[in-house]
């Protein structure tokens, strides 16, 4: 019998705002599968990005449950907390690069933290790195590449360690279209691992074309769109 999957993240019942009290994520009630690849759209100002610093426990819900590998992270310690965060990959919108680190050193860093030895990390990091087109910038340090060779570091740091959710926001959108696909096929083989995968993305192409469950956050609130619903997976 085919094992069933479980819900690595549930959203119940979710809202949220910043310190302002404006709300930006209203009622928000939401299954998301390990091994199952969403698409998160909606206009600038929507609250995609809010929505991933919630999945990534940057920031809490203002009411609501929230609950991560079967956790509710209201009560979380923060040895938990790192714990879960070591299982998620994540591409910031503005890339979170450390610019003292070269791009060899920040994207083996997560695997520093896993304790990997220094052989290990970096051959694999070199491996990613040459793999997204950035073999020639091992020893550069991130001021000084350009916005599509920081975003494609930021992608590799984010799937070394092939993360069990991995959440990029808009991780295509400072790359020529050749790259973009090399970089969705990237996710797509991530997602087959088994990888909960959310990119949250302005590229209607994309979303037209890999016909993916699409989350669209409309006045704060998930409208689920092509493909499957989240509550049974997605192919
Ligand atoms: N740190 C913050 N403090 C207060 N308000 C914020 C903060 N970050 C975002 N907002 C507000 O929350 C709302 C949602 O913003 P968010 O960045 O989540 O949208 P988005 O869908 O990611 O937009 P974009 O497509 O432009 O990246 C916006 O009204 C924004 O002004
Ligand atoms: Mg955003």
Known sequence: MQKKEEPVVVLDNVMFHYEDGVP????????LYEKSFHFLTGVSGAGKT????LLYMGVKPSSGKL???????????????????????????????????????????????AGESIKRREHQAKEILDWVGLGNCFNLYPDSLSGGQ??????????ITRPDILLADEPTGNVDENIANKLMSLF??????????????HYRQ????????????????????????PEKGST
């Open 150 to 159: 920081k975003q494609r570091v930021a992608i590799a740091r984010a799937v």
């Open 67 to 113: 609950k991560i590998f079967g956790r509710d992270v209201s009560g979380i310690s923060m040895e938990e907390l790192w714990e879960f965060r070591r299982r998620i990959g994540v591409v910031f919108q503005d890339f979170n690069l450390l610019s003292h680190l070269t791009v060899l050193d920040n994207v083996a860093l997560p695997l520093k933290v």
């Open 206 to 229: 994309f979303v037209d074309t890999f016909h993916y469950n699409e989350l669209t956050i409309d006045n704060g609130c998930i409208i689920v769109g092509s493909g499957r619903h």
């Open 50 to 53: 809010s929505l991933m610093r």
């Open 188 to 201: 797509y083989g991530m997602h087959k691992m088994g990888t909960c995968v959310i990119v949250a993305t």
């Open 24 to 31: 930006v994520l209203r009622n928000i009630s939401l299954f």
